[in-house]
């Protein structure tokens, strides 16, 4: 009877631990903000290898997430190019990598590496360009 008690004591205790673990809150990364960057890449259309000595201006604005899910918008300008795209996005469990889906042209690998920095790597399966933007967080 004292055995029966005791395991009886112990699955109830390990069930209680258990219900506090899963009750913890996940703090995901706050990324709603205005992002700007630079980019190097390779452009399939005209055959051409770039880096951030190009004038390319990159505006990434993330207007809205909810937990792991988010949505915005994309801003690229230069002398002779001006583009802009929206994008929405979800964030990996381990908080380190966010997936993009863009609106018709592809879909992005974006790494955070700190809470003011992140890696976007674009690729473009219409046309097999690639590129990488290093962005930074505004204040």
Not at 16 to 38: H, K, M, N, Q, R
Not at 103 to 119: R, W
Request: aromatic share 10%.
């Amino acid at each position: 009877m004292r055995r029966t008690l005791l395991i009886a004591g112990l699955l109830l205790c390990s069930c209680f631990g258990l219900s506090l673990v899963c009750a913890e809150s996940i703090e995901y990364p706050d990324l709603v903000g205005t992002w700007t960057g630079i980019s190097s890449g390779y452009n399939a259309e005209d055959d051409m290898f770039y880096n951030e000595t190009l004038d390319m201006t990159y505006t990434m604005i993330i207007a809205e997430q909810q937990g792991r899910v988010l949505k915005g918008k994309m801003e690229v300008s230069e002398e002779f190019y001006q583009g802009n795209f929206t994008f929405s996005g979800i964030i990996d469990h381990e908080m380190t990598t966010i997936f993009f889906a863009e609106k018709g042209t592809g879909m992005d690998i974006v790494h955070i590496v700190s809470p003011t920095e992140i890696e976007f790597i674009g690729l473009d399966l219409e046309n097999g360009s690639s590129m990488a933007v290093q962005f930074i967080k505004e204040e």
